[in-house]
């Protein structure tokens, strides 16, 4: 395989862009798309980018199959000796089992091929001055793959026995196709009672989808049936495309049962190794196999290339979605609460009764405060009414209730038609941040006040509190409030009393546009901390027209 180094520099950079792609949001069709990823990375990491860097590493041949096909005593029997453990109890093979020729022992020792999995070995292959502890994996690894060698295997091939593809341990499942992504020749391994089963089609029709070298090796089956099973089962592969596919036959054997202690005759698998034994070493099959395995992985780029970047185009699509119906809604009450502050809203209930009995029956400092309260329940029903908006339209959306806004839905008391409760307000953290911010609103205007009244003439200086609390009803109390900007006109002047009123009509809108952006954030939080952008499409479709040109 003479491979430019350009093409490997494409493939790598497609791979930093596969590996950037995140796609948080559970959107119909993320979980395939999310497979997809695993699996390019598997394929890229493990296979296809060690391969084309140095195509003369040993011939990998990946034993795959379901729970009790009889991977593990095939390895044995094709080794001559046992080293995968093999019984009855399922799943047997937890940790995949790896055997090379001595001789080529240096090929999967260090992280060539996968890199994620710790490497670990028994001590009777480990070389001289192993003890016994030195064969287990090393404390905290969690993902290993056993190395053996054996003077059996011909030089230049590697078997890897992977766990059941239909294991029930999903650790078991994901590693089993990621062990497969890793081979140059899949052996799919099944039986005669199994041979129909979903899964190991599955496998069958993922190997056709990538044109990988494959290989399926038909197991126990029964002596006074072997013809007719046969015959099926190369009907079966025929019918799904796959009839130029070399098969082996394995009948059922009494060491094919008792726990898999024995070994098979040499005579039952001899065939399926003399195949494996002449792609490993034959050259013009070597380089069929290999060549076959390695362009069906760039081919099926150009299809499962754009099927993810049009998955990371839909997180984009929804995110933007998502965070439109943010914006609208608290641009919504951002409108209304001015609208509200024009008519007087504020100056209503215990302020308005306030207003009414100032100064006879109520004191500036009662009557501010009467006002601050009054805009605050005004911010915190905008706020309300914002995160209702956006509750009723995210939860048309797919994503939407998966998004961690700090807000979830609340469990209400069900309706005929068994829907929750909207959202109805925010919650006691959001009510202390708008009163703190109302507070330091009034703080601010005090201060303006105590500035402008510091101006006047110190006798003819009027009572601060009583300024600011007639500013504020000016400010808050709209038509309602005409009276205070004209008492204020007549106590400080009109000249100071038009500053007064566009310096804390400024202060208004300042603090109300805080109050609602900051919330709105808050609100955006949880999308923003997802990082989906529009980059990623844009880069995997552009990884993948250099990759095309340098091929």
Same mark, same amino acid.
């Given at each position: 395989?003479?491979?430019?180094?350009?093409?490997?520099?494409?493939?790598?950079?497609?791979?930093?862009?596969?590996?950037?792609?995140?796609?948080?949001?559970?959107?119909?069709?993320?979980?395939?798309?999310?497979?997809?990823?695993?699996?390019?990375?598997?394929?890229?990491?493990?296979?296809?980018?060690?391969?084309?860097?140095?195509?003369?590493?040993?011939?990998?041949?990946?034993?795959?199959?379901?729970?009790?096909?009889?991977?593990?005593?095939?390895?044995?029997?094709?080794?001559?000796?046992?080293?995968?453990?093999?019984?009855?109890?399922?799943?047997?093979?937890?940790?995949?089992?790896?055997?090379?020729?001595?001789?080529?022992?240096?090929?999967?020792?260090?992280?060539?091929?996968?890199?994620?999995?710790?490497?670990?070995?028994?001590?009777?292959?480990?070389?001289?001055?192993?003890?016994?502890?030195?064969?287990?994996?090393?404390?905290?690894?969690?993902?290993?793959?056993?190395?053996?060698?054996?003077?059996?295997?011909?030089?230049?091939?590697?078997?890897?026995?992977?766990?059941?593809?239909?294991?029930?341990?999903?650790?078991?499942?994901?590693?089993?196709?990621?062990?497969?992504?890793?081979?140059?020749?899949?052996?799919?391994?099944?039986?005669?009672?199994?041979?129909?089963?979903?899964?190991?089609?599955?496998?069958?029709?993922?190997?056709?989808?990538?044109?990988?070298?494959?290989?399926?090796?038909?197991?126990?089956?029964?002596?006074?049936?072997?013809?007719?099973?046969?015959?099926?089962?190369? =009907? %079966? !592969?025929?019918? #799904?495309?796959?009839?130029?596919?070399? /098969?082996?036959?394995?009948?059922?054997?009494? $060491?094919? *049962? &008792?726990?898999?202690?024995?070994?098979?005759?040499?005579?039952?698998?001899?065939?399926?190794?003399?195949?494996?034994?002449?792609?490993?070493?034959?050259?013009?099959?070597?380089?069929?196999?290999?060549?076959?395995?390695?362009?069906?992985?760039?081919?099926?780029?150009?299809?499962?290339?754009?099927?993810?970047?049009?998955?990371?185009?839909?997180?984009?699509?929804?995110?933007?979605?998502?965070?439109?119906?943010?914006?609208?809604?608290?641009?919504?009450?951002?409108?209304?609460?001015?609208?509200?502050?024009?008519?007087?809203?504020?100056?209503?209930?215990?302020?308005?009764?306030?207003?009414?009995?100032?100064?006879?029956?109520?004191?500036?400092?009662?009557?501010?405060?009467?006002?601050?309260?009054?805009?605050? =329940? %005004? !911010?915190?029903? #905008?706020?309300?009414?914002?995160?209702? /908006?956006?509750?009723?339209?995210?939860?048309? $959306?797919? *994503? &939407?209730?998966?998004?961690?806004?700090?807000?979830?839905?609340?469990?209400?008391?069900?309706?005929?038609?068994?829907?929750?409760?909207?959202?109805?307000?925010?919650?006691?953290?959001?009510?202390?941040?708008?009163?703190?911010?109302?507070?330091?609103?009034?703080?601010?205007?005090?201060?303006?006040?105590?500035?402008?009244?510091?101006?006047?003439?110190?006798?003819?200086?009027?009572?601060?509190?009583?300024?600011?609390?007639?500013?504020?009803?000016?400010?808050?109390?709209?038509?309602?409030?005409?009276?205070?900007?004209?008492?204020?006109?007549?106590?400080?002047?009109?000249?100071?009393?038009?500053?007064?009123?566009?310096?804390?009509?400024?202060?208004?809108?300042?603090?109300?546009?805080?109050?609602?952006?900051?919330?709105?954030?808050?609100?955006?939080?949880?999308?923003?901390?997802?990082?989906?952008?529009?980059?990623?499409?844009? $880069?995997?479709?552009?990884?993948?027209?250099?990759?095309?040109?340098?091929?």
């Amino acid at each position: 395989m003479d491979v430019r180094p350009q093409l490997i520099d494409a493939l790598s950079a497609l791979r930093d862009r596969v590996a950037a792609v995140r796609l948080p949001l559970p959107l119909p069709g993320a979980p395939r798309a999310r497979q997809t990823r695993d699996e390019l990375l598997a394929q890229l990491d493990d296979y296809l980018v060690p391969r084309l860097k140095q195509p003369e590493a040993p011939l990998l041949a990946v034993i795959g199959g379901s729970t009790g096909a009889g991977k593990s005593t095939l390895v044995n029997s094709l080794v001559g000796r046992r080293v995968s453990e093999a019984g009855v109890l399922r799943p047997t093979t937890r940790t995949p089992v790896l055997v090379c020729h001595p001789d080529d022992h240096p090929w999967f020792a260090d992280a060539r091929v996968l890199p994620q999995l710790t490497r670990v070995w028994q001590p009777a292959y480990a070389g001289p001055g192993a003890e016994e502890g030195d064969a287990g994996p090393p404390e905290g690894a969690e993902r290993v793959l056993r190395v053996e060698t054996a003077h059996t295997l011909p030089r230049g091939l590697a078997l890897l026995d992977a766990p059941d593809i239909d294991s029930l341990v999903v650790e078991g499942r994901e590693l089993a196709a990621e062990l497969m992504c890793a081979a140059d020749v899949w052996v799919m391994v099944t039986t005669a009672s199994r041979y129909a089963d979903a899964v190991p089609w599955h496998l069958l029709r993922t190997a056709k989808e990538y044109d990988a070298a494959l290989v399926t090796v038909l197991d126990r089956v029964p002596h006074q049936v072997i013809t007719d099973v046969s015959r099926q089962y190369e =009907a %079966l !592969l025929i019918r #799904a495309g796959l009839g130029h596919v070399p /098969r082996f036959t394995i009948p059922e054997l009494p $060491e094919s *049962a &008792g726990g898999g202690h024995g070994l098979l005759p040499d005579t039952a698998v001899a065939p399926l190794r003399a195949w494996l034994a002449h792609h490993a070493q034959d050259p013009a099959a070597r380089q069929q196999a290999v060549g076959r395995t390695a362009n069906g992985v760039i081919d099926s780029l150009r299809v499962r290339m754009p099927e993810l970047a049009g998955a990371v185009a839909a997180q984009y699509a929804a995110a933007v979605r998502l965070s439109g119906a943010v914006e609208n809604a608290y641009g919504h009450e951002r409108d209304r609460v001015r609208r509200e502050l024009q008519r007087g809203a504020v100056l209503a209930g215990d302020a308005r009764t306030r207003w009414r009995g100032y100064p006879r029956d109520c004191t500036a400092t009662e009557l501010l405060d009467s006002l601050a309260e009054s805009l605050a =329940a %005004l !911010l915190q029903c #905008a706020v309300a009414a914002a995160d209702e /908006r956006v509750w009723e339209a995210w939860r048309r $959306e797919p *994503a &939407g209730r998966a998004v961690a806004t700090g807000h979830p839905e609340r469990p209400g008391p069900a309706g005929r038609a068994g829907r929750r409760v909207p959202y109805a307000g925010p919650d006691r953290e959001a009510g202390e941040r708008i009163g703190m911010a109302v507070r330091r609103w009034r703080r601010v205007l005090e201060e303006v006040v105590d500035d402008e009244v510091r101006r006047m003439e110190r006798t003819a200086a009027p009572d601060p509190d009583t300024v600011t609390a007639l500013l504020a009803a000016a400010l808050l109390g709209g038509r309602r409030a005409r009276g205070a900007g004209e008492r204020l006109a007549e106590l400080i002047g009109a000249q100071a009393a038009l500053r007064l009123r566009d310096r804390g009509g400024e202060l208004v809108s300042t603090y109300i546009d805080r109050v609602l952006d900051e919330e709105r954030s808050r609100r955006l939080a949880p999308l923003r901390a997802l990082d989906v952008g529009p980059e990623p499409q844009a $880069e995997l479709i552009a990884a993948l027209s250099v990759l095309q040109k340098e091929r």
